[in-house]
């Protein structure tokens, strides 16, 4: 019953507004990431007591330049519903989104010492984190809307594939000024207004070995995209950067959905579906969600990502339109409104 509750969450979350391609592509490619909801959140709900939350993806054309409103409503009701369920959890993100994260933060009542300021420039503070911080006991890191760098030849030859990595390919549409860079989705290079956050995901089987990681993402720019083939997502994706922005950095799981919000309820649902606590997601409805995504535009403040403009959207979604598949994940849980 639980699977079949899981199964119905991605249907819901699995719609491409954008039209970015990743899944509306899947009629004629296949679908990418099967199960990967699925799976993640059984080895939360069985495994999981610290939980590091990774979000924060920078706009810097922004009207103003600010975060964007996709991830930190995801990465919270994300980590309130770890909290609730005994899962102890903290946020991560950098200098450029710490107003926005830390807005949010406040609106949710989301504890102040759980919220980390990743620095941009400290080889001491990803191990600090590991060995003594909040990481210390981690078991799952997850990204939420987080981008990441791209593709290299070395990182084409270290993904898992069932033919030779289509090395030519890349080197005749990549120029190396593009390589192992993060970028946005129309293929701006924005290395100068985003820390290099990935190197969490990077380092984090030197110090636990044992921890898992999720990527959640909408664009193939994002942690966790590196679980793809990059040819895979080259094709699908509908950009004309789409040999470009593809992220290398993998994780033990992907999931992907319409808007990264949208991947991270359905984690949360899941998860708490499979430990019997459904109950616990009661409070974040749709007027709750509403409110809090009002505040983080006005005091973040925060921006549209696909607009650029701070109004009360995601990805272009007006939030009748955006809030949805929550609300149908919310009727399957018999959650009301």
Not at 265 to 288: H, I, V
Request: net charge negative; with cysteine.
């Amino acid at each position: 019953m639980p699977e079949k509750l899981i199964a119905q969450f991605e249907r819901l979350i699995r719609r491409d507004p954008a039209r970015r391609g990743l899944i509306s592509s899947e009629a004629e490619h296949g679908p990418l990431c099967g199960g990967h909801l699925l799976n993640a959140a059984k080895h939360l709900a069985q495994h999981a007591t610290h939980v590091g939350i990774v979000t924060g993806f920078y706009i810097p054309q922004g009207t103003p330049p600010a975060a964007e409103t996709d991830g930190p409503l995801g990465a919270f009701l994300l980590a309130q519903a770890f909290q609730l369920a005994g899962i102890e959890t903290c946020v991560i993100t950098d200098e450029y989104c710490a107003s926005a994260v830390r807005q949010t933060a406040n609106a949710v009542d989301y504890p102040e010492e759980n919220l980390l300021s990743y620095p941009q420039a400290n080889d001491r503070w990803i191990p600090e984190f590991f060995t003594g911080g909040p990481g210390k006991q981690i078991t799952h890191l997850i990204s939420v809307e987080r981008v990441g760098p791209s593709h290299t030849p070395e990182s084409l030859r270290n993904q898992e594939r069932n033919t030779a990595p289509p090395l030519n390919q890349f080197a005749d549409l990549v120029p190396e000024s593009s390589h192992n860079r993060c970028h946005n989705m129309r293929g701006e290079i924005i290395d100068e207004q985003t820390a290099d956050m990935h190197r969490l995901f990077e380092e984090l089987p030197a110090h636990h070995p044992n921890a898992k990681t999720i990527g959640i993402g909408d664009g193939g720019n994002e942690i966790g995209m590196g679980s793809v083939p990059w040819e895979e997502l080259h094709v699908r994706l509908t950009s004309e950067q789409a040999h470009k922005i593809p992220c290398r950095i993998s994780t033990d799981w992907n999931i992907i959905a319409g808007t990264s919000n949208w991947g991270a309820y359905a984690l949360a649902a899941a998860t708490l579906l499979l430990k019997g606590q459904t109950k616990k997601l009661k409070l974040f409805n749709s007027s709750q969600q509403l409110q809090v995504l009002k505040h983080l535009v006005e005091y973040g403040p925060a921006v549209d990502g696909v607009t650029r403009r701070q109004e009360a959207t995601v990805d272009g979604l007006p939030f009748l339109t955006y809030i949805q598949p929550w609300e149908g994940i919310r009727r399957l849980l018999e959650l009301g409104d």
